[in-house]
């Protein structure tokens, strides 16, 4: 069956859900874990939010914005993927965002704040993939979630001069091999009728 051209639900978010974990094997937790939001069109208007945990913050939830509503709706959206993002009384940080280089070779996220500077980089690159789940969806839930997804297979944090340890390992997603890291660019979130 065809899917139709014009999707029934509301859009609540379009921009871009890059993410960066690093660990230190294979089946370990993460030693590090980046959620970096770019948003052309949300609720709150457009913005960015990174939101970092990692031993290069000693294990602390640090949030950079430089549109604070916008980082507290992303956090509704994170308590279903990363809880320990999705606390409203963890404060914002002020920050300016820079991005560097391309999705063939190196990419860059730079942010710029009262507290210091902090770069996250994607290398070796693979092929993108589209992902499709539809609200009401086992990973999601109510949300639907439309996506690019670009893989990486090197990436890197730097936070105020102190890199974080561990390194990139594969992930299947929704079966499609791919690995824990990703660039995630026309990114939609949907969820609801169209009025």
Sequence with gaps: MAIPPIDAHKVHFSGENSF?????????PDTTTCSHWRAYFSPAGP????????DATDRKVKIYSDNPGFARWT??????MRKQFSNPSDPII?????????????YQEIVESAEGRVELTWRDIREPFYIRFEPGNQITGEWGVYSCLIPAWDC??????????????GEDIAGHPSSISCLAWGESWLKGPRP
């Design 47 to 54: 913005g960015t939010v990174l939101f970092v945990e990692s």
């Design 156 to 169: 890197t944090l730097y936070v105020n001069g102190r890199v974080a340890t561990g390194k990139v390992f």
């Design 20 to 28: 960066l974990r690093l660990k230190a094997s294979a089946t370990g």
């Design 75 to 80: 956090q509704t959206l994170e308590a279903g």
């Design 94 to 106: 002020a920050a300016r965002f820079e991005r560097a280089g391309d999705h063939r070779s190196v």
